[in-house]
């Protein structure tokens, strides 16, 4: 038998949790990019006006 089982319980809770935070992490990269597509935007319309 091999000693690495993926019905570990502590092992798949484990998984969920870094794949809960590995989604926030890659929800707050996107929104940091927008914000500053939109502040960059709001610069740019104010140095051509």
């Known amino acids: 038998m091999s000693k690495k089982k993926n019905n570990n319980p502590k092992r798949a809770a484990y998984a969920a ?13 996107i929104g940091v990019l927008v914000a500053l597509g939109v502040i960059f935007m709001c610069w740019t319309f104010m140095m051509m006006s």
């Open 17 to 29: 949790k870094q794949e809960q935070e590995g989604r926030n992490v890659v929800k707050w990269i």
